[in-house]
């Protein structure tokens, strides 16, 4: 009889999951294994929830983005026994292993599990390119293509009416869709978490740049940025179900937008592009590099490497221990933030 595996999807979507998905099922298939899809993430698991996942089912899914599977942000830890419901998923469908495609929060819960003893391996998800041990993560390519995309938009509507616009782009804990956008899109500034940007020094700037009348400026900023003066804001934003702050409570864009407009008189607009960024299908490079990835995930389940996460390395889809992946964030680098200053104005 064949051996029982499955695979799961949590946290924020990113495009490129079906790819995954779809290259886990083809390459676990003609390894002899049957497939199913948790739904939903960790609740699934905890609550039984799945399909079956045949060669037919995922035969169209490589161009759509999203999951076909579903997320959510449920967390094993918070929930009532939540590790215990998950066993008993495990044995009562009779799994022998199984995938989870996730960012730090997803494959820490992940770690934990195997260490528990049950047959894990991940998949590193995030549009916000922010794990360690693997080069990239899939998603992060068509989230910085919508954003560069929309910074393009953006340009000509500023130009028109000779305005600022504050582009607010997803990075929760690192600036890396700010960055790689804002430097594609030939933002004047921008601003990421890993690094300050005193208020004054921007509106130095922008005041600069505006000195004469037909002029515009595009400033970048990622999410997570938090200046000294939103504090309060900061205290009073609440957290999710991984202790991570809602930044959607936040929304430093409009307090960056009101700042500049009270300290320069300029006139200011802010967007958030918000979910948009991982909307649609994917980009070629993500259903490329997602569909290695899943297929990566089921030959090491193949070869019995649990606790192993599939990783980009140079070209190549090598493993490593999931623990390697959470043990700290991959954050932009001071050399590139540097690089990528001595751009504004
Ligand atoms: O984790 C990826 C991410 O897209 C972050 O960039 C963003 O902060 C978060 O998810 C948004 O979460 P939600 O979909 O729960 O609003």
């Not at 998923?89 to 049950?118: H, M, P, R, S």
């Not at 601003?191 to 970048?220: M, N, Q, W």
């Not at 702050?245 to 300290?263: M, P, S, Y």
């Not at 290695?292 to 192993?308: C, M, Q, V």
Request: charged share 25%; aromatic share 8%.
């Amino acid at each position: 009889m064949a051996k029982k595996i499955g695979i799961l999807t949590s946290g924020g979507d990113a495009p490129g999951l079906n790819p995954v998905i779809a290259g886990y099922t083809k390459t676990a298939i003609k390894n002899g294994f049957e497939v199913i899809g948790f739904l939903d993430g960790w609740k699934g698991l905890i609550e039984g929830y799945y399909e079956n996942l045949t060669l037919d089912r995922v035969k169209e899914i490589v161009q759509e983005g999203g999951t076909i599977l579903g997320s959510s942000r449920t967390n094993p830890r918070k929930e009532e026994k939540g590790f215990e419901r998950i066993f008993e998923t495990l044995k009562k469908l009779d799994i022998y292993a199984f995938a989870a495609c996730g960012g730090d929060d997803t494959l820490g819960v992940a770690k934990e599990l195997n260490e528990k003893g049950a047959n894990v391996v991940g998949v590193p998800k995030t549009i916000d390119n922010d794990l360690e041990a693997t080069d990239q993560t899939f998603g992060f390519d068509t989230s910085i293509n919508i954003a560069m995309d929309a910074i393009d938009r953006l340009r000509t509507t500023a130009r028109s009416h000779h305005r600022i616009f504050v582009l607010e782009l997803m990075g929760r804990h690192s600036g890396w869709i700010a960055l790689e956008a804002g430097m594609a899109g030939n933002a004047n500034a921008i601003i990421i978490p890993e690094f300050d940007y005193p208020l004054a020094e921007l509106c130095k700037l922008l005041k600069k740049r505006h000195e004469g009348t037909r002029t515009y400026s595009i400033v970048v900023v990622a999410e997570g940025v938090s200046f000294p003066e939103m504090k309060e804001k900061v205290e009073k934003a609440g957290k999710d179900s991984f202790g991570n702050i809602i930044l959607a409570n936040l929304k430093v864009g409009e307090f960056l937008a009101d700042e500049i407009k009270e300290r320069t008189g300029l006139p200011v607009r802010a967007v958030t592009l918000g979910h948009i960024q991982r909307g649609g299908p994917p980009s070629a490079y993500d259903r490329f590099l997602g569909l290695r990835y899943g297929a990566k995930a089921a030959e090491l389940i193949h070869t019995g490497k649990f606790g192993r996460m599939a990783s980009l390395q140079g070209t190549n889809i090598a493993d490593v221990p999931i623990e390697k992946a959470v043990a700290k964030r991959k954050i932009v680098s001071k050399e590139l933030w540097l690089l990528a200053k001595s751009f504004f104005g």
